[in-house]
């Protein structure tokens, strides 16, 4: 007896589960292309607070990104980047907010900056460390902050992705 051909419905049914299986395997970290640049899936990402309560999330392809932040004199690396989404409406779990964005890219010494036309962020059930408040606007931040970013530029290019912030101390609103 002859094997039988797939069917349409055999192939749908392979495509589906493809797709699921994709879709299931891992979250997207990486941030694509803004302004035909690669980013790529970012080393580190932070977040803190202002005074004012304004949160903000910073992405970057510094390893220790929170340690750049803090140092007195720029980097000497002649080439990196930074994403940054902020908001002023209060952190609420798995709640889309809108919030503004901000890109920089740093090649060969030449700064080029992108300010979002619209951004979106979310962010998961928050874990403290301790028992202070996690959103603590005296102390700073003292947790990981897990979630997800959408950033529209000007240019015509999205930025989204999950990311896992570690909590910064230094003045994110500073830049680099």
């Known amino acids: 007896m002859p094997a039988r051909l797939p069917t349409v419905r055999d192939l749908l049914h392979g495509l589906v589960a493809a ?8 979250a997207d970290t990486s941030l694509d292309t803004l302004d035909g640049v690669r980013l790529g ?17 910073v992405l970057s392809d510094f390893p220790d990104l929170c340690d750049a932040l803090e140092a007195i004199e720029p980097p000497s690396q002649q080439a990196w980047w930074v994403v940054s989404v902020w908001t002023d409406a209060a952190l609420r779990e798995e709640t889309p907010l ?8 740093t090649q060969g010494g030449q700064v080029t900056e992108y300010a979002a036309r619209a951004a979106e962020i979310e962010v998961g059930p928050m874990a403290e460390d301790d028992d202070d408040d996690a959103l603590d606007t005296e102390d700073g931040p003292e947790t990981t902050l897990d979630g997800h970013v959408r950033v529209e530029f000007e240019t015509g290019d999205t930025l989204e992705a999950e990311f896992e912030a570690d909590a910064c101390t230094a003045s994110l609103f500073r830049g680099l």
């Open 19 to 26: 797709a699921l299986l994709g879709v299931a395997g891992c």
């Open 41 to 57: 899936e970012p080393q580190s990402a932070v977040w803190g607070l202002d005074p004012n309560g304004t949160a903000m999330v």
């Open 98 to 105: 809108a919030a503004s964005g901000f890109a920089s890219i």
